[in-house]
């Protein structure tokens, strides 16, 4: 199951694929919602078979192979009892074999083709030979994965009669889910070099079955006939997964994983660690997640359109948060909103949380240096107002907080020494908006551009209402391939933001550097089907040409500079008032009257928190990534690392599988199975050979 704690899987050298959550992690730390370096982009690492992380094989309680022999156990055992009737067989195999692909696409993202072990092994030391088992082909490890997606998706319900008791269990809705899914993944780039229609064409099938199943289970999109002010509805997907009761009858939660707020008798939990993280210092919380600043000026304006095309608005960069898309409100915090909570703090904790009562919460978040040389010291951040001190934090990452002010029930138990930590609020790992965005994709793959705007429409429609036309949209997109392709992959990373979507994305489309280099590799790994160059096919900027920055608002230093102390109030020494924080629930538009040239807000409140930023503060982007003395700023994608290579432990520990092409074998040569055929070389004997091969071209 998805881990509710959260976990940051880049320390202990514990890491595993863990389903990702939306934290900055080995893998989405790389992307572009973040700032800084991630693992796996950082110019001063280098990645060969003895410093690859390990998600072949980490550990005994947590490797894979452990959780596909739990898998493999119940479908045996099952189907072998005498009392359990055939239904509750079905459903027992069924569930199984959902979280026994689950486990094999996380491999197989990583290494195309492995290991494919259907039954029971043996657990006696002294059958080790048997337990080698060489690798599979990709095409072979694929069918795998959606042939017991597709199995358990048969078996299965569309939705549990017992609701009460059973919701979170896997449907036959989210088993197609994933099955579509999956066959996206094998149909993009870095499985697809040559952009194989067939692919694309399985892939439109599973997803609209998976579709069909979920309406057939009364999954849909939540509130899509009242989206609410400014996402308002939207935002409590995350917040009342609770079945049927959300969204007018609608589910829109397709695979979730339930939590809880309260520890059994021996101290276990699965508490939610996401708003426990996201919250601000003084508000009790973790700290916050910090968006990069490229996000953030990523997000449509009110219209749809692009901050950088011609529409309706104009993008203040300073003023970011004007005509903004509705989801934007909902997914950052910015200075000058409400962010409430349920929950009290006592006077003790007024030094460092000033905001005692929840229901007063205020995200009041201003920088200030004190000198002129801070200020201009690009990697340098500011202090910060509200006793937020050094947090750093200009935006916060908002998304999939239970803020009071939506109206719903916490799911947390708010604690003055623990914050939100006992937190029952359940990890959404497939949402039904995503579902259209996998069909969108799909469609547009398999050459059915109607389809797939019409899919990709209705995710917009939801926010912007069905009174909005094309919500921004270019119809012209519906005859081109690769506009309409980046026009997903586009709304992929607004609606699905910080969800944890986006390094797939990212890496199945190869967008770190468009796979430019993958002949060094091996001469048949061109995207030769998508031009050469994913990237200039899509158009889009490969990410290792993108520095990250954090976005900071600070007083203008000629208008104000001081101490570094909580004590300093800035609002105070300059005789100002603060600005009324926003509730979220204002008209948040603005444009210029074309007679005066003056800017007139559809609400007096945003126009007050407007002008006091564009009096008084000023934009920064700070610097995250620092070079060194032996290169420059920009990340690096090594172009080994889309098809990962096996560490050396793994093939001590299984010496039946050979190591991927690219990559240094446990022999001293290089690998020899390729994830690309589909007839790839598996003998060990050959990897041997090339070995010896490699040593007597090192002699000579």
């Known amino acids: 199951m998805p881990y509710a704690k959260g976990a940051n899987n880049t320390t202990d050298n514990f890491y595993p694929d863990l389903w990702p959550v939306g934290m900055k992690d080995a893998l989405s730390g790389n992307t572009d919602e973040f700032t800084g370096y991630g693992e796996y982009n950082d110019p001063s690492k280098t990645w060969d078979n003895t410093t690859v992380h390990k998600y072949f094989f980490y550990g005994i309680n947590e490797s894979p192979w452990k959780k596909i022999r739990e898998c493999n156990d119940v479908i045996q055992r099952c189907n072998e009892s005498a009392t359990l009737t055939q239904q509750q067989k079905e459903w027992c195999e069924g569930q199984a074999r959902f979280f026994r692909a689950s486990r094999y696409f996380r491999l197989f993202k990583r290494y195309g083709g492995v290991p494919i072990v259907k039954e029971l092994q043996s657990t006696v030391d002294g059958d080790r030979d048997k337990l080698a088992v060489p690798r599979n082909s990709t095409e072979d490890t694929y069918k795998f994965i959606i042939d017991d997606l597709v199995t358990a998706g048969n078996y299965l319900p569309a939705r549990w009669e017992e609701e009460a008791n059973d919701w979170g269990r896997i449907t036959a809705g989210a088993c197609y889910a994933l099955a579509g899914y999956v066959a996206n993944y094998y149909a993009s780039p870095v499985f697809n070099r040559k952009n194989e229609t067939e692919r694309w064409e399985?892939?439109?099938?599973?997803?609209?079955?998976?579709?069909?199943?979920?309406?057939?289970?009364?999954?849909?999109?939540?509130?899509?006939?009242?989206?609410?002010?400014?996402?308002?509805?939207?935002?409590?997907?995350?917040?009342?997964?609770?079945?049927?009761?959300?969204?007018?009858?609608?589910?829109?939660?397709?695979?979730?994983?339930?939590?809880?707020?309260?520890?059994?008798?021996?101290?276990?939990?699965?508490?939610?660690?996401?708003?426990?993280?996201?919250?601000?210092?003084?508000?009790?919380?973790?700290?916050?997640?910090?968006?990069?600043?490229?996000?953030?000026?990523?997000?449509?304006?009110?219209?749809?359109?692009?901050?950088?095309?011609?529409?309706?608005?104009?993008?203040?960069?300073?003023?970011?948060?004007?005509?903004?898309?509705?989801?934007?409100?909902?997914?950052?915090?910015?200075?000058?909103?409400?962010?409430?909570?349920?929950?009290?703090?006592?006077?003790?904790?007024?030094?460092?949380?000033?905001?005692?009562?929840?229901?007063?919460?205020?995200?009041?978040?201003?920088?200030?240096?004190?000198?002129?040389?801070?200020?201009?010291?690009?990697?340098?951040?500011?202090?910060?107002?509200?006793?937020?001190?050094?947090?750093?934090?200009?935006?916060?990452?908002?998304?999939?907080?239970?803020?009071?002010?939506?109206?719903?029930?916490?799911?947390?138990?708010?604690?003055?020494?623990?914050?939100?930590?006992?937190?029952a609020q359940s990890v959404v790992v497939i949402c039904y908006a995503e579902v259209l965005l996998n069909l969108a994709e799909a469609a547009c793959g398999a050459g059915h551009g109607q389809d797939a705007f019409d899919a990709l429409l209705k995710v917009r429609q939801r926010v912007y209402g069905k009174n909005a036309g094309d919500c921004g949209l270019d119809r012209s997109i519906i005859g081109d391939k690769a506009r309409m392709f980046e026009a997903i992959l586009y709304e992929r990373q607004i609606e699905l933001a910080y969800e944890g979507k986006r390094f797939d994305d990212c890496h199945r489309w190869m967008l770190f550097d468009g796979g430019v280099t993958q002949g060094e590799i091996q001469a048949d790994w061109v995207p030769s089907g998508w031009g050469g160059n994913t990237c200039a096919y899509l158009g889009v900027t490969p990410l290792n040409e993108v520095v990250r920055h954090q976005l900071e608002l600070h007083f203008d230093p000629t208008i104000f500079t001081g101490e570094k102390t909580n004590d300093l109030d800035p609002f105070e020494t300059l005789g100002i008032k603060r600005p009324t924080a926003l509730t979220l629930r204002e008209n948040m538009t603005a444009k210029i009257d074309e007679q005066t040239g003056e800017m007139v807000y559809a609400d007096a409140r945003v126009g007050e928190l407007a002008k006091f930023y564009g009096a008084y503060l000023v934009r920064k982007d700070i610097e995250t990534m620092v070079s060194t003395a032996e290169m420059g700023i920009n990340p690096i994608w090594d172009n080994i690392m889309y098809l990962m290579g096996l560490a050396a432990s793994d093939q001590e520990n299984n010496p039946g599988v050979v190591q991927t092409v690219g990559w240094q074998s446990r022999f001293g040569g290089m690998g020899i199975f390729d994830p690309l055929s589909k007839s790839p070389k598996v003998g060990i004997e050959d990897e041997e050979n090339t070995s010896s091969e490699s040593s007597e071209v090192l002699k000579k």
């Open 202 to 423: 399985e892939a439109y099938r599973l997803n609209l079955k998976a579709v069909e199943m979920l309406q057939n289970g009364n999954f849909g999109l939540a509130y899509e006939e009242d989206p609410g002010v400014n996402a308002s509805n939207w935002a409590k997907i995350w917040c009342t997964i609770t079945g049927s009761t959300a969204g007018g009858g609608l589910s829109e939660d397709v695979f979730i994983a339930n939590c809880n707020n309260t520890a059994d008798s021996e101290g276990n939990n699965r508490f939610n660690a996401w708003e426990q993280s996201i919250r601000p210092a003084n508000a009790n919380g973790g700290g916050g997640i910090t968006p990069s600043a490229e996000m953030v000026d990523l997000f449509p304006m009110a219209d749809g359109k692009r901050p950088k095309e011609a529409g309706e608005y104009v993008y203040d960069k300073t003023a970011f948060f004007l005509n903004r898309d509705p989801r934007f409100y909902r997914t950052f915090a910015f200075p000058g909103v409400e962010w409430r909570y349920t929950g009290n703090l006592s006077q003790e904790k007024l030094d460092q949380c000033p905001y005692l009562d929840g229901n007063t919460y205020k995200l009041m978040n201003f920088a200030w240096y004190s000198s002129i040389d801070e200020v201009n010291d690009s990697q340098r951040a500011g202090y910060f107002s509200d006793k937020l001190g050094n947090s750093g934090r200009t935006v916060y990452v908002r998304k999939k907080s239970q803020d009071s002010g939506l109206g719903e029930n916490a799911l947390y138990v708010f604690e003055e020494d623990g914050g939100f930590k006992r937190n």
